[in-house]
């Protein structure tokens, strides 16, 4: 099955040093992949990179066959969706406005919903578990139910790659679970292949396909969890002291001296 999406040789950076070099990595339909490593090392760059916000120094990234720069801002957001960690200002909008803005693709010039659009919109509020949010002011609510709402946004565009940056963060566990078991769903039920960074190694462990390893410019390290998530791998990957990792639990513990 061909790669939704593919990376050779790829350089990424801010400038013309780049930040991470010789990325090889694929994401395949009904997949979840997901990026680890020390913050600084680079995932966030890559994933902006990988969505088209910054163009590459080097290499080459393909989105369902085609070369991302070849692609216009429409072809691209009909493949691809996108949810990064800035915090989105908005005036005076409500979270279905914001979430009706993921539909904008599918729409024409004037940017009208459908009937279908609207109940894509309501299906996607419901399955992050927002509907009953549709006529909050956006910016009046919290960081977690905000990124649960741009969560259903990046849904309703019906993407066939979704692509997150620390998607967890400003959850609580509850809604940390609820959000993984989203993902899941999305890529169990339609194909679809998701690209994401993840800080908490017992969410990353249990919810990936595939795990890919960031530090000192480059990746070192790519498999399954099952491979990744042992202690060697990850005390290396974020300079632990041998012991910190659990490999029995995927969490980290306080040093033996200080327990």
């Not at 979840?32 to 080459?60: D, F, W």
Request: hydrophobic share 40%.
């Amino acid at each position: 099955m061909q790669p939704m999406l593919r990376t050779e040789a790829l350089s990424v950076g801010y400038g013309a040093s780049p930040l991470l070099a010789g990325i090889d990595l694929a994401v395949a339909p009904g997949q979840i992949v997901t990026l680890i490593g020390p913050n600084g090392a680079g995932k966030s760059t890559l994933l902006r990179t990988v969505a088209g916000e910054l163009a590459p120094l080097g290499g080459v990234a393909y989105l369902s066959g085609r070369r991302l720069e070849q692609l216009s801002d429409r072809e691209r957001a009909l493949e691809l969706s996108v949810l990064l960690t800035e915090r989105l200002r908005t005036d005076l909008m409500t979270c279905e406005d914001v979430v009706e803005t993921g539909r904008l693709p599918h729409t024409g010039r004037l940017g009208i919903l459908s009937p279908d659009d609207h109940e894509h919109v309501r299906m996607a509020m419901e399955l992050v578990g927002v509907w009953g949010y549709r006529a909050n002011d956006f910016m009046q609510l919290s960081d977690g139910q905000r990124q649960r709402v741009l969560l259903a946004r990046a849904i309703c565009q019906e993407p066939r790659l979704l692509v997150l940056d620390e998607p967890t963060s400003y959850l609580d566990i509850r809604y940390q679970i609820e959000l993984l078991c989203v993902l899941r769903r999305l890529v169990t039920t339609r194909e679809m292949g998701i690209l994401m960074s993840l800080h908490e190694l017992p969410l990353a462990r249990r919810i990936s396909d595939w795990v890919v390893c960031v530090k000192d410019g480059g990746i070192t390290m790519q498999g399954s969890p099952e491979h990744v998530f042992v202690p060697e791998v990850i005390d290396a990957l974020y300079d632990l002291e041998p012991g910190v990792y659990d490999a029995t639990t995927g969490s980290v513990e306080l040093p033996p001296d200080v327990r």
